[in-house]
T-cell receptor, first 113, second 113 residues
Framework: DGGITQSPKYLFRKEGQNVTLSCEQN?????MYWYRQDPGQGLRLIYY???????QKGDIAEGYSVSREKKESFPLTVTSAQKNPTAFYLC????????????FGQGTRLTVV | AQSVTQPDIHITVSEGASLELRCNYS??????LFWYVQSPGQGLQLLLK??????LVQGIKGFEAEFKRSQSSFNLRKPSVHWSDAAEYFC???????????FGKGTKLTVNP
């Protein structure tokens, strides 16, 4: 079945460590996104990519990095520079040139202790 | 900048009662509008979308939404709520084309038996 796979579902890290969240899609979508979700805050855009080897900062990019070496993969690294990394992270993808109907993965809950 | 407002943080209804969730957007032209639903700890699922044409759009799970340009609103409705509808609901908009989705902060729906 086509879809978006995020792994792992739960992730625990010690403060000061970098951690990478995986996002893979087999929908053949050009665009991919990373959102952060905190209670009562809705979804805030971290980074997005419209094409391979290109990506743009979203609203809250500080302390995060991404890469887009393959069309189907868009990993997110949460660096030690991110002040409050504990959150629920959602990856999404959409077709390019359409009205941005986004399809979402099941999310990764990151807890930094 | 475009924005989406969901005035109600939390709504409680009885099973079988009607439901209306409010959404207002701020954008100069007609945006592309979406409603998503999220169960706890899960990703987002698209309920319905509006691009153009008929201002009353039908979605999955018996939901519908009406676009009102004069009120900059895109309210979600359901005639009779089921216990399984308990979830968080997000309204989102986009300028279309290559523009990103902007989300509201969500409305949490509780359904009483």
């Amino acid at each position: 079945d086509g879809g978006i796979t995020q792994s792992p579902k739960y992730l625990f890290r010690k403060e000061g460590q970098n951690v990478t969240l995986s996002c893979e899609q087999n929908l053949n979508h050009d665009a991919m996104y990373w959102y952060r979700q905190d209670p009562g805050q809705g979804l805030r855009l971290i980074y997005y990519s419209q094409i391979v080897n290109d990506f743009q900062k979203g609203d809250i990019a500080e302390g995060y990095s991404v890469s887009r070496e393959k069309k189907e993969s868009f990993p997110l690294t949460v660096t030690s520079a991110q002040k409050n990394p504990t959150a629920f992270y959602l990856c999404a993808s959409s077709e390019q040139g359409r009205a941005r109907e986004a399809f979402f993965g099941q999310g990764t809950r990151l807890t930094v202790v | 900048a475009q924005s989406v407002t969901q005035p109600d943080i939390h709504i409680t209804v009885s099973e079988g009662a009607s439901l209306e969730l409010r959404c207002n957007y701020s954008y100069g032209a007609t945006p592309y509008l979406f409603w998503y639903v999220q169960s706890p700890g899960q990703g987002l699922q698209l309920l319905l979308k509006y691009f153009s044409g008929d201002t009353l759009v039908q979605g999955i799970k018996g939901f519908e939404a009406e676009f009102k340009r004069s009120q900059s609103s895109f309210n979600l409705r359901k005639p009779s709520v089921h216990w399984s509808d308990a979830a968080e609901y997000f309204c989102a908009c986009s300028k279309g084309g290559s523009e990103k989705l902007v989300f509201g902060k969500g409305t949490k729906l509780t359904v009483n038996p």
